[in-house]
T-cell receptor
Framework: EAGVTQFPSHSVIEKGQTVTLRCDPI?????LYWYRRVMGKEIKFLLH????????ESGMPNNRFLAERTGGTYSTLKVQPAELEDSGVYFC??????????????FGPGTRLTVL | AQSVTQLGSHVSVSEGALVLLRCNYS??????LFWYVQYPNQGLQLLLK??????LVKGINGFEAEFKKSETSFHLTKPSAHMSDAAEYFC??????????FGSGTKLNVKP
């Protein structure tokens, strides 16, 4: 079974440009999460989808970030326009059952974003 | 509010020595606690989790962690380090298994 995949693995853009990150969850997982790790600090929660609906987007830093999950399958995270402080590693995770102690969030390898 | 503090961003041990990675948490509700490991170029992998059952939790690859409420700690241990244990380890807390609060990570180096 394929794990969570993320594309691209690395992205280098200039300040002011737009970048779109993609996450493909494990097949059948209704729950999809985005996290971000900035400058080797803690990994911070961004948002949680249940199918195509945003269940919790309390961690989204500002309106330059737009997450979508059309059709409830893969998700995209767009940053427009990118700022220097957006640099970091963006992780995606998925789980089968939301809020279950018996389930696990499975993480992808992350996308390393560098904004110059 | 919930948060996690991992003491020591880098820990170095010799092969065969005890591994001890420290994690202290802050939570306003009974917490659920997790340890994840990230090997180079891979995603985070769950090592173990505490879900209010036994306070001593055993995970994969010989790791275990003990929940100590009085100390608000959830330290990760392994009796004997292997070279393959070299990775970055993250402690996390959650109150609902959806939104995780992670620590800043500890890189474990294992010396031959």
């Amino acid at each position: 079974e394929a794990g969570v995949t993320q594309f691209p693995s690395h992205s280098v853009i200039e300040k002011g440009q737009t970048v779109t990150l993609r996450c493909d969850p494990i097949s059948g997982h209704d729950n999809l999460y985005w996290y971000r790790r900035v400058m080797g600090k803690e990994i911070k929660f961004l948002l949680h989808f249940v199918k195509e609906s945003k269940q919790d987007e309390s961690g989204m830093p500002n309106n330059r970030f737009l997450a979508e999950r059309t059709g409830g399958t893969y998700s995209t995270l767009k940053v427009q326009p990118a700022e220097l402080e957006d640099s970091g590693v963006y992780f995606c995770a998925s789980s089968l059952i939301a809020g279950s102690s018996t389930d696990t969030q499975y993480f992808g390898p992350g996308t390393r974003l560098t904004v110059l | 509010a919930q948060s996690v503090t991992q003491l020591g961003s880098h820990v170095s041990v010799s092969e065969g020595a005890l591994v001890l990675l420290r994690c202290n948490y802050s939570s306003s509700v009974p917490p659920y606690l997790f340890w994840y490991v990230q090997y180079p170029n891979q995603g985070l992998q769950l090592l173990l989790k505490y879900t209010s059952a036994a306070t001593l939790v055993k995970g994969i690859n010989g790791f275990e962690a003990e929940f100590k409420k009085s100390e608000t700690s959830f330290h990760l241990t392994k009796p004997s380090a292997h070279m393959s244990d070299a990775a970055e380890y993250f402690c996390a807390v959650s109150d609902n298994f959806n939104k995780f609060y992670f620590g800043s990570g500890t890189k474990l180096n294992v010396k031959p």
